[in-house]
T-cell receptor
Framework: SQQGEEDPQALSIQEGENATMNCSYKTSINNLQWYRQNSGRGLVHLILIRSNEREKHSGRLRVTLDTSKKSSSLLITASRAADTASYFCATVPPTSGTYKYIFGTGTRLKVLA | NAGVMQNPRHLVRRRGQEARLRCSPMKGHSHVYWYRQLPEEGLKFMVYLQKENIIDESGMPKERFSAEFPKEGPSILRIQQVVRGDSAAYFC????????????FGEGSRLTVL
């Protein structure tokens, strides 16, 4: 089954507003990562948060991690039209002998100019 | 510093033909992952390889699909006797270290089976 599930599936906001998307996962993790995918392109890494961290910032991005609830959120502040993309969380469950990154179903963000 | 290179970017095959997708990881990266993506969906893990070794192929169908990452040259994802359901985007990613680092993705190979 899918390790990560993003919520909402789709989000439409006005330029300048903040966008928040959430990711829930099922098992314990080593770390959780967020990626962006522009239409027709490959994924680009945005930010990594380790299991012993609670919050991390990178530019206009803020990520939180709650391991007790097995959830993470990605906040994009002061959104721009160029932020229009799909956003995925990825986790690496610490199962023995395998380090496959499991991606969620994604949140499709549309920022209207 | 070239990124992950995938080719071909687009591939059209008729049912029953073979598809070969190539991936050259970033320089210095010895870990390669293959993922499959259907339109409007997330990425499904297929296989994880290190140089000359398949580490985890739990996401790859046992029939018709194979992957390799030779000592020299790119990683190859091979799909034999393609069917319409194989139509998808196939992404390759590489990393410097397993499980701790970020993945660097190629632009994908889009396979269309007629």
């Amino acid at each position: 089954s899918q390790q990560g599930e993003e919520d909402p599936q789709a989000l439409s906001i006005q330029e300048g507003e903040n966008a928040t998307m959430n990711c829930s996962y099922k098992t314990s993790i080593n770390n959780l990562q967020w990626y962006r995918q522009n239409s027709g392109r490959g994924l680009v890494h945005l930010i990594l948060i380790r299991s012993n961290e609670r919050e991390k910032h990178s530019g206009r991005l803020r990520v939180t991690l709650d391991t007790s609830k097995k959830s993470s959120s990605l906040l994009i502040t002061a959104s721009r039209a160029a932020d229009t993309a799909s956003y995925f969380c990825a986790t690496v469950p610490p199962t023995s002998g395998t380090y496959k990154y499991i991606f969620g179903t994604g949140t499709r963000l549309k920022v209207l100019a | 510093n070239a990124g992950v290179m995938q080719n071909p970017r687009h591939l059209v095959r008729r049912r029953g033909q073979e598809a070969r997708l190539r991936c050259s990881p970033m320089k210095g990266h010895s870990h390669v992952y293959w993922y499959r993506q259907l339109p409007e969906e997330g990425l499904k893990f297929m296989v994880y390889l290190q140089k000359e070794n398949i580490i985890d192929e739990s996401g790859m169908p046992k029939e018709r699909f194979s992957a390799e990452f030779p000592k020299e040259g790119p990683s190859i994802l091979r799909i034999q006797q393609v069917v319409r359901g194989d139509s998808a985007a196939y992404f390759c990613a590489s990393s410097e270290r397993s499980y701790t680092g970020e993945l660097f993705f190629g632009e994908g190979s889009r396979l269309t089976v007629l």
